[in-house]
């Protein structure tokens, strides 16, 4: 869907702040939960002095040039050397307060730094950290707070697996768990996808930049990307074609794809643009793969736990999946953790199938465990689904008078804006992305960058962020782009990673 089908219009010279004052107000039922998040953030923030990055930023940035590996990306985009978090905030080496709009990639639901969780935390240092697999109350309080959260049957019928501590491991796991169970290899993967950089995680994910996919049986298909649809399709008349395409490539026998282990999906695709799917994709994709009887894997690792304003995106379809991969803010405030949650009737591999050394860390559970107790005293996913709809009225009512800005699109506090040199094409423009992100950063606001073409600036701030932080970083944002248009030329060479 077009941006003009989803803003209003502006005009192009309005300042970012006459969108923030004029956006909805505050309902009265938030007025609490804001006066407690209010003083879980630095103040000021932002606030810089000087150039960004400062001397002791520059210092530390070059110690690690000289000693980290190749590898090593977000200081390349994101100059600077991060000292200290709290909530929605972050300083530098140098004394420099930033907004956080990135979050640690949606680590960071309940903020850095919440009093909670590490009260939680150092309590668990102080009893027991390593576990293995071994029973704990503090493994099994976990498990029951999730299971009560989880969608439809599986909080009947979840069993819960615990394996390596990042996501990818939460992926392999599920693969392998739905490989064992139905005796076939295959998976079908979508475009756009990324599930992590171990192996069988690489293999279905779509991006040959990050070294996939690899020579794995992974069939990709077409997401529901609208703004850009792969079939070339108007969202209004589509008649949900991609998901018409998956049903047709498992019924068909010469199709070229063999009946499939899973389908594994982002119920809204992160790295690749936070893309959100039309009303009814999910549901559908949910029919076909219960027909078919194939597994259905939705990958909730960054979406999950109450980012969209639900406590998982497969909600916002009222679907129920098969099998769910959880990690990032499921250790609470960035302790490695990762799981996967899946129906009982998959529960058919045997002992040792899937192991890792620190799938008992005791610590990121009991951080975890009180992080759902925080998200749910101060109803946090409903503050995160309010906030998430004043943030896209306010960007999608300035995008209207802004024409780099191709669509505005998200749910809840995971918010995508894509870039373009020409609206009407619809032509990626990366370099005005990189540039932003290096701008945004130096006047004190932290955002992220992806996308299919590495065009969409991406907002993932933690959930406890306030509306007046939330707006200010908004405000940034908006002015910073403006200036931008005006100087940069779609043919300008400048960062586009």
Not at 89 to 103: C, E, Q, R, V, Y
Not at 152 to 180: I, Q, W
Not at 391 to 405: N, Q, W
Not at 407 to 433: F, H, K, N, Y
Request: glycine share 10%.
């Amino acid at each position: 869907m077009s941006t003009a089908e989803n803003t209003q219009p502006a005009s192009a010279s309005q300042p970012a702040s006459a969108s923030a004052t004029s956006a909805p107000a505050a309902s009265a039922s938030s007025s609490a939960s804001e006066a407690e998040l209010a003083g879980l953030h630095f103040d000021p923030a932002p606030s810089i002095a000087g150039e960004v990055p400062g001397p002791r930023s520059s210092e530390l940035l070059q110690r690690q040039a000289e000693l980290e590996s190749n590898a090593r990306s977000y200081p390349r985009s994101v100059p600077i050397a991060i000292e200290e978090g709290f909530g929605a905030t972050m300083k530098d080496a140098d004394g420099n307060t930033f907004l956080d709009f990135f979050g640690g990639a949606g680590v960071l639901n309940v903020g850095h730094g919440n009093p909670d969780v590490l009260a939680a935390a150092a309590a668990q240092q102080r009893k027991l950290v390593h576990a293995l697999d071994f029973p704990t109350r503090t493994k099994l309080d976990l498990m029951g707070k999730l299971k009560r959260l989880l969608p439809g049957r599986l909080r009947d019928t979840a069993r819960f697996h615990f394996g390596g501590p990042t996501g990818s491991d939460a992926v392999e796991s599920a693969l392998k768990l739905t490989r064992a169970h139905t005796g076939r290899t295959p998976v079908i993967a979508f475009q756009g996808s990324y599930h992590g950089m171990t192996s069988e995680a690489l293999a279905v994910t779509s991006d040959v930049d990050c070294g996939g996919p690899l020579s794995s049986p992974v069939h990709f298909m077409p997401y529901p990307y609208c703004y850009r649809c792969p079939l070339g399709l108007r969202p209004d008349g589509c008649g949900l074609a991609c998901a018409k395409l998956v049903e047709t490539s498992l019924k068909d026998p010469h199709s070229g794809i063999p009946k499939p282990a899973a389908v594994i999906i982002e119920p809204i695709q992160g790295e690749g643009g936070t893309i959100v799917p039309p009303a009814g994709y999910m549901t559908e994709l949910r029919r076909i793969t219960s027909e078919q009887d194939v597994p259905l894997i939705v990958d909730e690792i960054q979406a999950g736990f109450g980012r969209t304003g639900r406590m998982f995106a497969c909600e916002h379809d009222e679907i129920v999946p098969d099998v769910i991969t959880m990690s990032k803010a499921l250790g609470g405030v960035g302790f490695p953790l990762s799981c996967i949650a899946y129906d009982s009737s998959l529960d058919t591999w045997g002992p040792g199938s899937h192991i890792g050394t620190f799938r008992g860390h005791q610590v990121a559970m009991a951080a975890g465990s009180a992080a759902i107790d925080f998200m749910e005293r101060t109803d946090l996913v409903a503050h995160a689904e309010r906030l998430g709809e004043l943030a896209l009225s306010v960007l999608r009512e300035a995008a209207a008078g802004m024409p780099s800005i191709g669509e505005v699109r998200g749910r809840g506090l995971m918010i995508g804006i894509e870039l373009v040199s020409d609206r009407e094409a619809r032509t990626p423009w990366p370099q005005l992305a990189g540039s932003l992100r290096r701008a945004c950063c130096e006047r004190g606001l932290i955002i992220e960058v992806g996308g299919h073409y590495r065009n969409v600036a991406r907002f993932l701030p933690p959930l406890v962020i306030t509306r007046a932080l939330l707006l200010s970083g908004i405000e940034i944002f908006l002015q910073t782009l403006r200036e931008l248009e005006g100087v940069l030329s779609p043919a300008s060479s400048g960062p586009a990673d």
